[in-house]
């Protein structure tokens, strides 16, 4: 169990320490680390400073059987959300139609994480560092939820 334990984290340090490398070739870069069995998307998202000065998105759209589609967006800068279905343009996170609140994740000193058990999901955001200055590096995980209530 222990052993499991230890595979796993260096595992994990290993996949960030790659992600961290290849920052620079990717403005909006996400790095599975998942096999699917208890999470579906678990990995580290980076989001960088462009040329105009604001920071990258990555939109994941996803299905599971029963919940249907949903698009999470991740970025710019500490943003998320969550929307039900999938659509083609973009959509505002501070719409209404944004399942999750707070949607920009407040950073106090250099620490963030955040939660939320919204629409049967489960998202956990952790702030990861960075070995970069011009991006912001985070831990996320989306799992279906354990509580009862959707």
């Known amino acids: 169990m222990m052993r499991r334990r230890a595979t796993r984290i260096l595992l ?17 870069q996400f790095t599975s680390m998942t096999d699917h069995a208890t999470a579906m ?19 994941y759209d996803g299905k599971w059987v029963g919940l249907g589609q949903f698009e999470l967006h991740m970025g710019p800068y500490h943003e998320f959300a969550l929307f039900r279905g999938i659509q083609d343009g973009h ?52 799992k279906r939820s354990t509580t009862s209530s959707h």
């Open 41 to 59: 998307l678990e990995g580290n998202w980076q989001s960088c400073r462009e040329e105009g000065g604001g920071y990258s998105e990555r939109v």
């Open 91 to 142: 959509r505002e996170h501070a719409s209404s139609e944004n399942l999750l609140r707070p949607f920009n994740i407040e950073l106090v000193g250099n620490n963030a994480r955040h939660s939320w058990d919204v629409a049967g999901m489960r998202l956990d955001v952790t702030l990861a560092g960075g070995s970069r200055e011009q991006c912001e590096s985070w831990y996320v995980t989306l």
């Open 12 to 28: 994990v340090a290993v996949l960030m320490a790659v992600g961290f490398g290849v920052a620079g070739r990717s403005h909006a």
